[in-house]
């Protein structure tokens, strides 16, 4: 069998026989396709990866000789090759007779394997491939690169072969490696993490806690920071001699994800060599670069080129936003959202996130603190959207683009302003080459010239035109010329007289067939940032497949970009003059394509809620328009992924639904739950709020009725009573006016709650009873389970115990016989509350360690805050001060991420009070 071993110097092997693969440049050639095996690879890909910046002179005539050598020296290797295919070349092997692939997949197969032993041995195996440092002696930018991820996942693995031997017990093994990666790598708290845990199995649990307090004190000196929560758990469990640290599953920290979000490297990049070593100077010693310059001129391009080949220097991970500054489908974007999705992508989970913008920027400044992060902000509109998503340290590098210059940014900041000018002649003429081929553009040196010319050295036109050459191989490129200059260039849409897209748009629009030019019209219509393929095809009235060719036509004409498999964009200038073209279409073709892309945002967006919560009042909807295929959603996971692909989209529906007015309170309707999983508390109040704004285009009272009472519930949850009761009240009318009883007690259901906000209970307990009342003879046992619940809550808080444990005793039957376990969670807590005032705290510590048990199991983090406080003030009652302890703690951390400052601050109090204090009560 024939071999290909990368993992090492890099060696081909034809049983026991060894094969030459040449010289090094000739193994870079064979590493960049080895690295994507079976998948094809550019010759431009290639060149980049094999040469870097130092590709020579006749760069593909060298490429395709080393290929055609590479062809001959593994003839000699059963079943590997190199075959041509369209757009590049594949080395076709089978990815276990490759190391790197076999070291990849035995990965991947330990964490699923139920055996920890033979979990253990995948990973001994994968780390046996190893034969010294990947691809020994090659030197590139992205071979060391992809190097660098490549050890950093073998430490990974170092990791998780330790966790592994700790699941089967065998902690005095790991005992001597785990003391000397510790002794090195004092301030990784996954180490510590193993370290303490094989200490304390082996009875050492004095040397266990001693180096607790080594870690943290070097956290204190090196980082100003303290141990993570995971490690403060497992340091209080150690302290307390949990016996759960002797079962044979380990309490492991788990690293945060490094985020990489960095759009596909751009292709066909040419010149910029000084921008390229300004950028080196300047972002690549962790500082704040500003790339500014007109739409096109290609300053995304130059970020990302840079951002790729640069990677390494930043192994903490890569953020992209794009802030949409001069976007023409909506305001650009609010940085606070930019925060938001910088938190998701570090791996804080939502329930953590605090709900105040300005803690969500503290929590980034100090999740990045001392890390090497490279943040790109594209498309900035000025200052003020860019500075609340700047890191706080110098560890960091920052790159913006803009068609602004940022001057607040350069003195305010000490940001380095770096000013693109357009591509000379020399670089717009080697861009043209590398897309069309030296031939080609030697054989018309006068044209090109011309084509250079007229596009001004815009890199975004030079594409374009490229990309009509490309399709047409056979139009002589003079025939380009004479078009282009018998349309003439207009001045930008931005005012700069430079250079002119529009003429270079026109041209290449009038290239496209009928079919085409209108489905790039419409897609100019639609609402968001990009677009999906089913949405696309509903749009476009059109099957998948048809829309798939229609897309990448336009693809290939360099009209629309694709980021991410499956998602497609216009660049800003070309959605701008796009639109200009919608507006040629009839009213009536425009507005059936609004309408059937409305319909299935609001009919996807509908079936994914109804996913997430099978038991919530449903609204009805008309039936799609005809051509709308609602896209299927299978299960919870997919419906909460679609909902997280697709929420600036729906945001923007909203914001661009015209006289479909009633698809703006269905939008946030049905995005009402996923905010609420996600904890995007603002994002549903702005929902509603729209929905508002368009109600009075709605004819519908139920509609009203529910948009004023999401609006209630939304203010009331961001404590904003005033506002609540208002909203809730013009629904309670509503219902009231039109007898609408359900409706009603689902009114009164969410103005107890504002009431309980604001610390009226029995205002909330008369409001409670009323909807029990309301909810008899309707058929639906969680909802009167969850009312049964709320009126023994708030029985409890004004001292009515009797009817407290009656209510909650009937709603903990009903969630459990309906399988609704966080329903039965908040029963159980409100059980637990009643029996500690009743002084009786062991029955009360038992149900508050349930409720925590479901609500851990559901992810709900805001209530596992509350019930890890409940728990501590049991145990405080009980004389259990050191459980209470731990639990406070635990308990305020939370509450602390989640922006709960007066939680925390009593929280504080409590502990404080703990040494003085025989038995605490519920504040």
Request: with cysteine; glycine share 6%.
């Amino acid at each position: 069998m024939g071999e290909l071993l990368v993992l090492g110097p890099v060696r081909a092997r034809a049983g026991a026989r060894l094969v030459e693969v040449g010289h090094a440049r000739q193994q870079c050639v064979l590493v960049a396709l080895a690295v994507d095996a079976n998948q094809v690879v550019g010759a431009d890909r290639l060149l980049d990866r094999a040469w870097g910046e130092r590709v020579p002179a006749k760069g593909r005539a060298t490429l395709y000789a080393y290929l055609s050598r590479l062809r001959r020296v593994l003839s000699e290797l059963p079943d590997v090759t190199i075959v041509r295919r369209s757009g590049g070349w594949v080395l076709e092997v089978d990815p276990d007779a490759v190391d790197l692939h076999r070291f990849h997949r035995l990965l991947s197969h330990a964490p699923s394997t139920p055996d920890p032993a033979a979990g253990s041995a995948a990973v001994e195996q994968a780390l046996a491939l190893w034969r010294g440092e990947p691809f020994t002696g090659l030197d590139t930018p992205w071979i060391n690169a992809v190097r660098e991820s490549l050890e950093q996942r073998r430490r990974g693995a170092e990791l998780d072969h330790t966790d592994l031997a700790l699941r089967a017990g065998r902690h005095a093994d790991v005992l001597p490696v785990l003391a000397a990666r510790a002794r090195e790598h004092v301030l990784d708290e996954r180490v510590a993490a193993q370290y303490l845990l094989a200490l304390y199995r082996s009875g050492r649990q004095a040397d266990a806690l001693a180096h607790y307090h080594v870690v943290r004190a070097r956290l204190a000196e090196e980082l100003g920071a303290d141990p993570g929560a995971e490690l403060r758990a497992l340091h209080e469990a150690i302290l307390t001699a949990d016996v759960a640290l002797t079962v044979t599953e380990p309490a492991r920290v788990v690293p945060r994800p490094v985020p990489r979000q960095l759009p596909a490297a751009p292709s066909h990049f040419t010149g910029r060599a000084s921008e390229l070593a300004t950028l080196t100077t300047t972002a690549g010693d962790a500082t704040t670069a500003v790339i500014a310059g007109p739409g096109g001129i290609g300053k995304t391009w130059l970020a990302l080129h840079w951002a790729h080949r640069n990677a390494h220097r930043f192994p903490d991970g890569q953020l992209f936003v794009d802030l949409r500054g001069f976007s023409p489908d909506g305001p650009p974007l609010d940085p606070a959202v930019a925060v938001r999705g910088f938190l998701d992508a570090l791996g804080v989970e939502p329930g953590r996130v605090p709900v105040d913008a300005h803690a969500q920027a503290a929590l980034f400044r100090s999740l990045v603190a001392e890390k090497r992060v490279l943040l790109v902000l594209d498309n900035a509109a000025d200052t003020a959207q860019v500075v609340p998503v700047l890191p706080g340290t110098a560890s960091c590098a920052v790159l913006v683009t803009s068609r602004n210059r940022l001057p607040g940014l350069v003195t305010g900041h000490g940001a380095r302003l770096l000013a693109l000018p357009v591509l000379d002649h020399a670089e717009a003429r080697r861009l043209l080459t590398a897309r069309l081929g030296p031939a080609r553009v030697d054989a018309e040196p006068v044209a090109v010239a011309d084509l250079v010319r007229s596009c001004g050295g815009f890199p975004l036109a030079l594409s374009i035109i490229a990309g009509r050459a490309d399709t047409h191989p056979h139009l002589p490129l003079a025939a380009l010329a004479a078009e282009l200059r018998d349309s003439g260039l207009d001045a930008l849409d931005d005012g700069d007289p430079v250079a002119s897209l529009p003429a270079v748009l026109s041209w290449s629009h009038r290239a496209l067939t009928a079919d085409q030019a209108t489905a790039f019209a419409l897609l100019s219509t639609a609402p968001g940032p990009d677009i999906g393929l089913p949405a696309a095809a509903c749009l476009l009235d059109l099957p998948p497949n048809d829309t798939r060719t229609a897309l990448r036509a336009l693809e290939q004409a360099s009209l629309i970009i694709q980021d991410a498999p499956g998602r497609h964009r216009m660049h800003d200038l070309v959605r701008t003059w796009a639109t200009t073209v919608a507006a040629l279409l009839p009213e009536e073709v425009r507005q059936a394509a609004l309408r059937r892309v409305l319909d299935f945002y609001v009919h996807t967006a509908h079936a994914a809620d109804r996913l997430l919560y099978r038991h919530r009042l449903p609204v009805r909807l008309d039936p799609p328009a005809p051509g709308v295929r609602p896209q299927p959603l299978p299960d919870v996971p997919a419906a909460l992924a679609w909902f997280d692909t697709e929420h600036p989209n729906l945001l923007a529906a909203q914001d661009t639904a015209g006289e479909h007015h009633h698809a703006v309170w269905q939008i946030a309707w049905a995005l009402s739950t996923f905010h609420t999983r996600r904890g995007r508390r603002r994002d549903e109040l702005a929902a509603w709020q729209a929905a508002l704004d368009a109600a009075a285009h709605v004819s519908d009272p139920t509609a009203h009725t529910v948009i004023h009472r999401h609006l209630g519930g939304a203010y009331a949850d961001l404590g904003r009573h005033a506002e609540a009761t208002e909203h809730l009240h013009r629904a309670l009318a509503l219902a009231e006016r039109h007898h609408d009883l359900l409706h009603e007690g689902h009114i009164r259901y969410y103005l107890a709650w504002a009431s309980e906000r604001s610390g009226d209970y029995r205002q909330a307990l008369e409001h409670s009873r009323r909807v029990l009342d309301l909810v008899a003879g309707h058929d639906n046992p969680v909802w009167e389970a969850d009312v049964l619940n709320q009126v023994g809550w708030h029985a409890a808080r004004v001292g009515d115990h009797d009817t407290a444990r009656t209510h909650c005793r009937a709603a903990l039957a009903l969630h459990r016989r309906h399988h609704n376990a966080i329903g039965e969670a908040h029963a159980l807590g409100n059980l637990g509350y009643v029996d500690h005032l009743a002084g009786e705290h062991d029955q009360a510590l038992d149900r508050y360690r349930q409720a925590l048990a479901l609500y851990c199991r559901a992810g709900d983090a805001y209530h596992e805050a509350t019930a890890r406080d409940l728990i501590a003030q049991a145990c405080a009652a009980l004389g259990r001060h050191e459980e209470a302890r731990v639990a406070w703690r635990e308990a305020r951390q939370l509450y602390r991420e989640q922006g709960r400052h007066d939680d925390a601050e009593r929280v504080r109090h409590q502990l404080d009070e703990l040494g003085t204090s025989s038995a605490l009560v519920i504040g």
